[in-house]
């Protein structure tokens, strides 16, 4: 596949992910809301609620899903950056070719797979 296709194909994918993520947000803030606007109803013992997961739980899960979410809209933003810079495929860390089977598995890659197993943290 000549550069061009690639980048074309790239942009593509990851303007999919971008919007699938965006609308992702946008359901999670709206959920973030809804409980806060639900625990100012009410009047109840939070922190020892006998049916279940407290409030407070409930806006750290939905807190920390925003938060992976956020994260993931970046390295999409990262990614279309590097389309644009021309540097598309290319690992950040070695500067060897990204395999294409990875950028189709995972079009955000920044990293060879080599590379990506050493810098997990």
Same mark, same amino acid.
């Given at each position: 596949?000549?550069?061009?296709?690639?980048?074309?194909?790239?942009?593509?994918?990851?303007?999919?992910?971008?919007?699938l #993520?965006?609308d992702?947000?946008?359901?999670?803030?709206?959920?973030?809301?809804?409980?806060v606007a639900?625990?100012?109803?009410?009047?109840a013992?939070?922190?020892?609620d006998p049916?279940?997961? #407290?409030?407070?739980?409930?806006?750290?899960?939905?807190?920390?899903?925003?938060?992976g979410?956020?994260?993931?809209?970046?390295?999409?933003?990262?990614?279309?950056?590097?389309?644009?810079?021309?540097?598309?495929?290319?690992?950040?860390?070695?500067?060897?070719?990204?395999p294409?089977?990875?950028?189709?598995?995972?079009?955000?890659?920044?990293?060879?797979?080599a590379?990506?197993?050493?810098?997990?943290?």
């Amino acid at each position: 596949m000549d550069p061009g296709e690639r980048a074309e194909r790239a942009v593509h994918s990851l303007e999919a992910e971008r919007r699938l #993520t965006l609308d992702r947000l946008a359901r999670l803030n709206s959920d973030y809301r809804g409980v806060v606007a639900a625990s100012l109803d009410t009047n109840a013992d939070d922190e020892h609620d006998p049916e279940g997961a #407290t409030i407070a739980f409930e806006r750290s899960q939905i807190g920390a899903l925003v938060k992976g979410a956020e994260g993931h809209l970046a390295e999409i933003d990262a990614a279309l950056d590097q389309v644009r810079a021309g540097t598309y495929g290319v690992c950040v860390s070695c500067g060897t070719a990204i395999p294409e089977a990875r950028l189709e598995a995972r079009p955000m890659a920044s990293r060879c797979v080599a590379c990506a197993s050493i810098h997990r943290s």
